[in-house]
């Protein structure tokens, strides 16, 4: 089944982290998510408890009981808020570290190069993946806000539809490295993830089941970028091969 082997390709992230010679490159990617979540952590927890107790301070003494409804809704409304703005300068930041990572998978996995480009070469790349990374930000955001009103206005339909989107954004975030290194267009590669839809969602939603973990949400950009290359190279390298 699609979907299970979907999840499987998510999984086996896990194992190229560990391999020699990969390492290395795992390591830069795991320092710029620890570190941003690290320090933003500490902002975000000393934030919502004045916000929550400022809130309960003005209510009065016969809606006291509020407080124990107040917390766990502001705990999921600013985690919300807070994984979108996160997940984007993360993926900013570490997208050329990202691409370099899922072509050293490749070369891992098949023994050939994606290309002979020196450190030099890669850094002149860095705007057009960073360019690249602005277009699946410009992709997603219309989309999430839509989503996220439908969240609130249609209880349960709209929780289904929010957990699919998420699903297949995660899905076009890490298979998007292995696609663009080798220069295949975003509208390509969407195409190409949408014919095997199962496949798709199925990688996303074991993204999204492990990103909802605390302290293993850590490690999955990493784990998710070699998952989404041993997918590509198993599914649509041949495409593209010279």
Known sequence: MQLTQGMEYFFAGFSLISQKGLKRFVFIPLLINFLLFGSSLF?????????????????????????????????????????????????????????LLSE???????????????????????????????????YYLPRAIGFFLLLWLLPVIGQILWVLFTCWMLCIQYNDYPFDNHKVAFNDMKRHLKQQQSLSYGFGFAAFILTAIPLVNLIVMPVAVCGATKLWVENYRQHYRN
């Open 43 to 99: 902002f975000l927890y000393d934030w919502l408890t004045q916000g929550i107790a400022y809130l309960t301070g003005m209510l009065p003494d016969w809606l006291s009981w509020l407080e124990w409804l107040m917390w766990p809704l502001a705990v999921l409304v600013v985690l919300f808020s807070y994984s979108m703005i996160f997940t984007v300068i993360t993926n900013f930041i570490a997208a050329p570290f990202n691409g």
């Open 104 to 138: 050293k998978v490749e070369l891992h996995l098949t023994g050939q190069k994606v290309n002979d480009d020196g450190f030099v070469d890669v850094m002149k790349d860095v705007p057009r993946m960073l360019g690249r990374e602005w277009t699946k930000l410009c």
